[in-house]
């Protein structure tokens, strides 16, 4: 993931946090990420 993508796939998971009403501190386990960033890449 390029610098670039890298600062995308930050807003991407921002995003996502809103759309679920996630509190700023209710994190993404190791887990969701990386399922979560195979899914921004095949976008």
Known sequence: MSEV????FGDYIENIKRSENREGDANF???ELLDLAEEYLDR
């Open 5 to 8: 993508e890298r600062r995308e």
């Open 29 to 31: 386990t190791y887990s």
